[in-house]
């Protein structure tokens, strides 16, 4: 199952980056492979300064060796040994009226002293972070979403979406980082075959593009304003203050001794932090905090 997931992964990474370079038209994504001390590597994809894109990362890693004592006490485990694959990429676009979007998929195998897969399970999803609310966009968005879990398993969808919202929260904020999507972790081989599971997790990756470039060509020629420009990066520093504060996976990186430009390829180039900046009343930018204060049902 590991070779098979990483290979996914690669066409994946593949498949996706080459479909955005078709949209910016200007930037072309790096490739830099790299290798982990202790175990593994991976290939990180980025783009930069591009018509549309103005930062972006498309990475794969397949990492293995053995857990610090940090991680198995957060994974309550007695095993070291491990074994995890993964894409995980995040679009910063250059227009305010683009969403950010996010997306991660990964497997993990856990393993005794004899190298025999003691434990495994998927984890992923796909989220999208906008600046300002447009219903027909997120309504898209989820639409995707639901129909990539309704192939699956009917209560996918209610139970992901209602992990994401719960996940993707700002505590220290009291609100959402953005509008969520599909969030799911240890989806284990209980109920499902570990090739059901593998199947619902690809049908995710496969339906990124769909979820998220029809969005990008609706609005990619839409002029915006400095202003709109100025909301953006305050609401990138929400982002931001996620991603270090609270976000698993960049803790997991940085405790197994990850490549570090690689985890923090999701940060984003341009960003404010204002002292106690407050939207104007009434404005399209409330009605986007408003809309974070508490998840909403968008199908």
């Known amino acids: 199952m590991k070779e098979e997931f990483?290979?996914?992964?690669?066409?994946?990474q593949l498949l996706i980056t080459r479909e955005l370079e078709k949209v910016d038209g200007k930037s072309r994504f790096s490739n830099i492979k790299w290798k982990r001390e202790g175990g593994g590597g991976g290939v990180t994809k980025i783009i930069e300064n591009g018509n549309i894109f103005e930062k972006g990362g498309v990475n794969i890693s397949n990492v293995f060796g053995e857990l610090p004592k940090t991680m198995k006490d957060y994974l309550n485990t007695k095993y070291s040994l491990f074994s995890a694959c993964g894409l995980s990429l995040v679009i910063h676009p250059k227009s305010p009226l683009i969403p950010t979007i996010h997306s991660?998929?990964?497997y993990f195998e856990l393993y005794n002293k004899s190298n025999v897969v003691v434990d495994q399970w998927f984890g992923g999803g796909v989220d999208l972070t906008p600046y300002y609310i447009d219903n027909f966009d997120i309504n898209h968005f989820h639409k995707v979403c639901k129909i990539s879990c309704d192939e699956h398993d009917k209560n996918y969808y209610n139970i992901?979406?209602?992990n994401c919202d719960?996940?993707?929260w700002n505590k220290h904020r009291e609100e959402a980082r953005g509008v969520g999507g599909i969030f799911f972790d240890y989806l284990k081989p209980?109920?499902?075959s570990v090739d059901e599971l593998y199947n619902f997790v690809t049908t995710v990756g496969n339906n990124f593009l769909n979820s998220y470039l029809p969005i990008?060509?609706?609005?990619k020629n839409v002029n915006y304003s400095d202003k709109q420009k100025k909301w953006q990066e305050v609401r990138r520093g929400r982002y931001v203050e996620f991603n270090l504060l609270h976000d698993k996976g960049t803790q997991f990186g940085?405790?197994?001794?990850?490549?570090i430009e690689s985890i923090f390829m999701s940060l984003p180039p341009t960003v404010r932090w204002e002292y106690n900046f407050q939207p104007t009343k009434n404005s399209s930018e409330s009605e986007l905090v408003g809309v974070l204060k508490k998840p909403k049902e968008w199908i």
């Open 6 to 12: 990483y290979n996914y992964i690669q066409n994946l």
């Open 104 to 106: 991660n998929l990964r």
């Open 160 to 162: 992901f979406k209602k």
């Open 166 to 168: 719960n996940y993707f």
């Open 190 to 192: 209980n109920d499902k």
């Open 216 to 219: 990008v060509n609706k609005n």
């Open 254 to 259: 940085i405790k197994t001794n990850g490549r």
